[in-house]
């Protein structure tokens, strides 16, 4: 029976996620409130009160959500200032990487990735049968342009993913790179789900502008609303019926978007908790190059990626581990030797820079 699978799935590597909270919790005997949890970019505050308000109070659970997500669209669009004919919700936005890799790409299509890089883009566009080209960044993480330009043309692939801030590095790719980019004949994926912690402005609107152009964003982060899964697309006028056409009917529960119109309605104190964390970040990188084996990249986004030294990287993660305290490490290329740590409260980071320093 195997032999009638989908042959280019049978070759792809899994994509590992994060071990769940509680299933750590169980393995290392600790409980949830005791862990720190640094692992996977999360927002340690959560959402606003009154999320958990709204959600209390909606009284239609046993309804469907509306398909077109009138209300959320409208209330995107004044949050954002673009029209809400541009903005289609969705499952988190790594729901919409798939999409878009579903929507463009057929076997023996390719994508440009830019490594080390979220590793989302590279799993969808295999799981669609496309060749991935890699366009390695250079010193500092940062996106090696003129390399982009080369590799655009033959063979000619047809979306490019570009995630600023960068995960894992943290890196901005500056205004001047993405119109050089903009200026190529493919599609433009732009992943901002960390936009909201860096000082420069996303680009969503700069989709009024470019029919090449798709901004990603996410409630993931800045509005702490993970574990219920809302993120959203910017994209070109042209390209909205093709996604209305093949998106699932209800792909956002009426929970994540009650989450998110609440989250919406606070945004002003969503940026407070932002700025508290960018702080957070600021104090975390600082203190993180005073640990004599960690080298930390300079980050616009809510987590620094550390280089490690005399320590194996995997070892340092497991010593953490074991104290109670989760970060992400990486030895793959680009990665060699690597932690990356989320920005949580001031008393995790006092927590996680004890630890450290006792390790030293
Ligand atoms: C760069 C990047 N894009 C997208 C996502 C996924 O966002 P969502 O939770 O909205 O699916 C992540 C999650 O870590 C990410 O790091």
Sequence with gaps: MQSLLNPHLASMEEYTPIQPFEVLSRRLGIPVNEIVKLDANENPYGPHPAVAEALAE????????????????????????????????????????????????????????????????????????????????????????????????????????????????????????????????????????????????????????????????????????????????????????????????????VAASVAGLASLRHANEMGSIVEKIKAERDRLFRALQTVPYLFPFPSSANFVLCRVERWEAAALKLALEQRGILVRYYHKPGLENCIRISVGRPEQTDRLLAELRRLA
């Design 58 to 253: 909606y009284a239609y659970y046993h309804i469907y959500p509306d398909p077109q997500q009138t209300e959320l669209r409208e209330a995107l669009s004044a949050y954002l200032g673009t029209p809400a004919e541009y903005i289609l919700p969705s499952h988190g936005a790594d729901e919409l990487l798939d999409y878009l890799c579903r929507l463009f790409l057929v076997p023996g299509d390719a994508i440009i990735n830019t490594p080390p890089t979220f590793g989302m883009y590279s799993f969808d566009a295999k799981l669609a049968g496309a060749e991935v080209i890699d366009a390695w960044r250079g010193d500092g993480y940062h996106v090696d342009v003129d390399a982009i330009c080369q590799l655009a043309h033959a063979p000619v692939p047809k979306l490019l993913f570009l995630t600023s801030p960068n995960n894992p590095s943290g890196t901005w790719l500056p205004d001047d790179d993405l119109r050089r980019l903009l200026e190529l004949p493919l599609m433009v994926v732009l992943d901002e789900a960390y936009v909201e912690f860096a000082a420069a402005k996303s680009r969503a609107r700069w989709v009024l502008e470019y029919d090449n152009l798709v901004v990603l964003r996410t409630f993931s982060k800045a509005a702490g609303i993970a574990g219920l899964r809302l993120g959203y697309g910017i994209f070109p006028a042209w390209l909205m019926p093709y996604l209305w056409k093949f998106k699932q009917p209800y792909n956002v529960n």
